[in-house]
């Protein structure tokens, strides 16, 4: 039994059951033994692969689109640069590549932020960074930065915990981790209900056993992001795995070196992470009154740029390296990889145009 677990262990002794959104806070985010605290898993030694490490290409176009986003914007300057979740620092430091070569001039008088609450990764970050061609600002939280800004989060919103309710004989309950007879973990359902306003349409009709997944802690994240952008101006994109029909269905995982494993195995040694509601984020930002849009990642890379841009590094390369970047698109844009899986939340101030996406 690793330390976190035998921790969570006596907690649960002492105090009773933890939500599933409690279990998934201290697995990832204990400042001792959390998985973001402690761990490097990002890329081919780590658990898993985030777009940015796939391919140049992702942060490109994003970059690419961010550009013409600012200046269907009107070009305001000051302009904030802003990333939430930043993993190694590899999108951003995509993203300024490009748009140094793009306009120089822009990137001169962005205000570079990254938004990161492990230290661990701000060192990696930093070292992905060192020769960036901008100074860049580390930040806890988004806080108050004055101007517009663009805000790009690439597989943020996963990591953030979810509360989970299960339906029973006396309606939904919360989904609870305890202990079992044999002093394990397990999961369980609480006395705790939820409010009939928070239930998605057809809870009514759903199913004895079956599962929703309700996260206040995302939607608390939109609403500061909405409410920046309405006071400031400028675009949010947020790209990551989820569903934009009702949220029915146990998505819970844990991934650890590539593979899936129990999510109550090995606390703050796997990554922990829920499907994204899509539908919810974009609500919470229309209640701010912007304009949102939800398209999945290979739309919009694809209607962005993507298979441009891989024409272009194509060009004159060996066979090699066009199969390299032929794979590399696939992956990041094919229905049966991440093109469809994954999905894209823009969110703008609704008098604005934003680039058309073929």
């Not at 992905?128 to 988004?142: D, H, M």
């Amino acid at each position: 039994m690793n330390p976190l677990k035998k921790r969570l262990t006596r907690l649960i002794q002492a105090d009773g059951a933890i939500s599933v959104a409690e279990y998934m806070a201290t697995c990832l985010f204990d400042p001792e033994h959390g998985y973001y605290t402690t761990r490097e898993p990002f890329g081919a030694s780590g658990d898993f692969t985030t777009a940015p490490e796939i391919s140049q290409m992702f942060g490109e176009v994003i970059a690419s689109w961010g550009w013409a986003a600012w200046d269907t914007l009107g070009r305001p300057l000051p302009f904030n640069l802003t990333e939430f979740g930043p993993g190694r620092g590899t999108l951003m430091s995509d993203m300024l590549r490009t748009l140094e070569k793009l306009d120089a001039d822009f990137v001169d008088q962005l205000d570079v932020s990254m938004i990161e609450i492990s230290p661990r990764l701000r060192a990696v970050q930093q070292e992905t960074l060192r020769n960036a061609p901008r100074a860049i600002t580390w930040r806890s939280v988004l806080g108050d930065m004055p101007n517009p800004s663009l805000i790009v989060a690439n597989e943020l919103f996963d990591a953030i915990p979810t509360r989970q309710f299960a339906k029973t004989k006396a309606g939904w309950r919360e989904r609870m981790v305890t202990m079992s007879d044999k002093d394990d973990l397990q999961f369980a359902v609480g006395a705790a209900g939820i409010d009939a306003a928070l239930l998605p349409a057809g809870a009514d009709a759903a199913e004895e056993g079956s599962i929703i997944e309700i996260s206040p802690a995302r939607e608390a994240l939109m609403d500061e992001i909405g409410s920046h952008i309405r006071s400031h101006g400028g675009v949010g994109l947020f790209i990551d795995y989820g569903y934009t029909a009702p949220p029915f269905g146990d998505t819970l995982q844990a991934l650890r070196r590539h593979a899936y494993e129990d999510v109550l195995a090995s606390p703050g040694e796997a990554d922990l992470t829920t499907h994204v509601d899509f539908t919810a984020l974009a609500r919470v930002a229309q209640s701010h009154g912007l304009a949102t849009k939800i398209i999945t990642q290979g739309d919009f890379l694809v209607g962005a740029g993507l298979l441009e841009r891989a024409g272009m590094l194509g060009s004159g390369k060996d066979d090699a390296a066009q199969e390299r970047l032929r794979a590399e698109v696939e992956r990041l844009a094919a229905p049966d990889a991440m093109g469809t899986l994954f999905k894209v939340l823009i969110v703008h101030a609704a008098h604005h145009e934003l680039p058309q996406i073929a």
